[in-house]
């Protein structure tokens, strides 16, 4: 008798996405502290003082900026930048990092 190799039922891909992050150690705990952890790596002091990450779902990661004309150099030219150093330093700091942060949300506090 041959071994049957696909369920019958179909599976949510959220469902495939949440068992896979939990395999490798990745809860929703986890992937919040690994992008906070990676914003105080590449973000410079200058910018630390006057922005601050407030949350992290569904990849996009939320920013309170303390001024306006931070916030429109951040939304205009450095938003690119900095989600491509973001990204660069998840990988660098978990290898098997599922965690991909597709989009920064600057607001003002």
Not at 1 to 19: C, H, I, N, S, Y
Not at 33 to 39: I, M, P
Not at 50 to 75: D, I, K, N, Q
Request: glycine letters at 4%; charged letters at 30%.
């Amino acid at each position: 008798m041959a071994k049957e190799r696909f369920k019958k039922e179909p599976v949510a891909l959220g469902d495939l996405m949440r068992q896979a992050s939990q395999r490798l150690g990745l809860g929703r705990n986890q992937e919040h502290n690994l992008v906070f952890q990676a914003w105080e790596n590449i973000f410079p002091e200058k910018y630390r003082t006057r922005m601050h990450p407030t949350r992290f779902y569904s990849g996009c990661l939320s920013v309170a900026v303390s001024s306006a004309p931070l916030l429109e150099e951040m939304r205009c030219y450095r938003q690119s930048d900095f989600l491509a150093l973001l990204n660069d330093e998840l990988s660098r700091l978990n290898h098997q990092s599922t965690v991909v942060v597709r989009k920064l949300d600057f607001r003002r506090n």
